[in-house]
């Protein structure tokens, strides 16, 4: 319980900020800054504060992950990121409703992949910590996820 409580908090102490773009808004750390999208300068999906530290959110309306094959999708994108040469150890995908997140590390680096299913788009994306800072972090990262929403 006190370890919850320890995580909550480190958490709210956390400044978020809200980007509110034309297909969703989300909260992410304020200082992780907007990384303009190169093929359409009025979009943003990313946000980096270096490289160890970055967010990304992609809404996709063409994703064929659905509630009904969420977890075959999750064995799917941990084959898919074991068979990259990236160095990836990742663990078991965890399905929790429409929510499916993978964790993965790489060297002092812990990445959380994610999809969350909505009726008629899906969002996908990764965010990147160093595993040192993971308990700052991953409850930083479940607030991230679960303060998407669509428009």
Known sequence: MVAFVAMAMTASAQEMVTYDGAKFSVQHPKEYADVIDSWTPDVVNEWKKDDN???????D?????????????GTM??????????GWKVDEPVVNGKYLTIRMTAGDVVQYYYLIVEDGLNF???MKFLVSEEA?????????IASIKKK
């Not at 530290?53 to 809404?59: D, E, F, G, R």
């Not at 994108?77 to 990236?86: L, R």
């Open 61 to 73: 309306e063409y994703s064929d992950a659905t509630l009904d094959n969420l977890t075959s999708w």
């Open 136 to 144: 700052k972090y991953k409850p930083i990262f479940d607030a991230v």
């Open 77 to 86: 994108m941990k084959q898919d990121f074991e068979g990259k040469d990236e």
């Open 124 to 126: 996908e994306g990764r």
């Open 53 to 59: 530290h970055y967010l990304s959110v992609w809404p």
